[in-house]
């Protein structure tokens, strides 16, 4: 890993990552690299913020938005990989610049699609895991079908039919230019309900899930194939994400898990 010392900042040469751990040692190293902190509502463009030297290490920003998730029952905190898109073009946001950029919300231009391709889906599980479990982690298969009712979930698996309530509090984007892949952070209340509050209505929202989870320490990382019911299995997508499953974890550790996951460099245009 090597570093070069500029007047305006420090660029980072990272000419091979193979393995998590040292894609770990590249994200803990960057605690003294300093990256934008970029709010589309106040309006100001990138050169502005260079300029006035609105700047603060995104570690620490991302630190200051799990401060507002309290441990208290029923909280979800997780990170998924996905792309800001734009709805316009329908090309990935591409701005001029080599530092990861943190939004509290997008532009209404731009829109966070969790979605991966399907050969980097199943290169990404390698690259993170391997061929096969070691003995620091547990992995668990899934498979259920959920319909969605406004905030209510009907879940149907082999361990029965439960009712959810899935409320979405905040959410941060983090467009990483570098990478393949961008992350969306966010924090959601989740609670058990009954099925009188689930309301049979016409087009509920449906699919069926096939999930692997690589339990690791106070989290899970899931590997999730998502099938619309009502295409005959044609429309498939496929997702990643990481889950605080102990909210006693250490933060800066999710951070640095969160800022892993998309491991692939982007592809020169």
Do not use: C
Not at 37 to 43: I, Q, R
Request: proline share 3%; no cysteine; aromatic share 12%.
């Amino acid at each position: 890993m090597d570093f070069q010392v500029t007047k305006s900042t420090v660029e980072l040469e990272i000419n091979s990552i193979q393995t998590v751990s040292s894609q770990a040692e590249y994200f803990s190293s960057v605690l003294i690299h300093q990256y934008i902190f970029f709010n589309f509502a106040s309006l100001m463009a990138v050169s502005d913020l260079f300029s006035k030297g609105s700047t603060q290490s995104i570690q620490n920003i991302i630190l200051k938005y799990l401060d507002q998730a309290t441990a208290k029952k029923g909280l979800e905190i997780e990170a998924r990989i996905g792309r800001i898109m734009n709805k316009i073009t329908m090309k990935r946001m591409d701005f001029d610049t080599f530092h990861p950029i943190v939004f509290q919300r997008l532009p209404n231009e731009y829109e966070f699609e969790g979605e991966i391709a399907k050969e980097d889906f199943t290169k990404i599980k390698q690259l993170l895991f391997g061929e096969s479990v070691t003995d620091k982690y547990k992995m668990v298969e899934t498979v259920d079908k959920i319909s969605i009712s406004n905030t209510v979930r009907k879940i149907q698996s082999d361990q029965g039919i439960f009712y959810q309530k899935k409320l979405k509090l905040s959410k941060i984007d983090i467009h990483l230019p570098e990478y393949a892949y961008d992350v969306r952070i966010s924090i959601s209340q989740e609670s058990d309900v009954e099925q009188k509050d689930f309301v049979q209505k016409p087009n509920l929202i449906q699919r069926s899930r096939e999930r692997e989870s690589y339990l690791f320490n106070e989290y899970s990382f899931d590997f999730t194939k998502v099938v619309n019911p009502r295409t005959a299995g044609q429309d498939r997508k496929y997702e990643i994400e990481v889950e605080v499953k102990d909210l006693e974890y250490q933060r800066i550790e999710f951070v640095v898990m969160a800022l892993n996951l998309p491991v692939l460099k982007k592809r020169p245009n």
